[in-house]
């Protein structure tokens, strides 16, 4: 996690501690219960309200909430993502694409790339490399000026440069 992130989230949470204080009883907590298939293996857990706010056990600490502790997820974000990516015109931008963008913008930067699937909770890089590296015309043109400057040396000069003698 970035320090950037982890001071704002560090700062939100300040935030929630100071409305929990202010709601007291009436702040809103919730928990995480098992679900469990026909076999009674756990394949999935929910988020449940605590009734009375007494049930301590799985506590859920939620980051998107409302004032009162009333847990809304990250759907909270789309409106205001769509409201700047029409402001700035920016079309068929998923909330979700900005996962694609960190991968790109990390890997261009010489971060490797099984450092960058880890941290996506990509168990094989193929996935990383499948489905978040993105090529442009600009990225290509790079690997040409790349591979120039790595070749260039006086006797692939002096073979471009080659000259008949008559």
Known sequence: ??????????????????????????????????????YGKVVEQRIVKNIGNVLQINKADMVFTRPNGKYV???????????????LGIENCRFYDLRGSYATINLRNGIEIRDVADILGHKYIETTENFY??????????????????????????????????
């Open 73 to 87: 997820g990250r759907n909270i974000l789309n409106y205001p993502f769509k409201i700047i990516h029409k402001e």
């Open 1 to 38: 996690m970035s320090t950037t992130l982890y001071n704002a989230l560090l700062n939100y949470k300040k935030k929630q501690q100071y409305m929990k204080k202010l709601y007291g009883k009436e702040y809103l907590t919730y928990h995480f219960e098992d679900v469990l298939n026909k």
């Open 133 to 166: 590296i993105s090529s442009t015309d600009e990225t290509r043109k790079n690997v040409s000026d790349v591979f120039d400057s790595l070749i260039n040396s006086k006797t692939i000069n002096d073979i471009i440069k080659y000259e008949i003698a008559y």
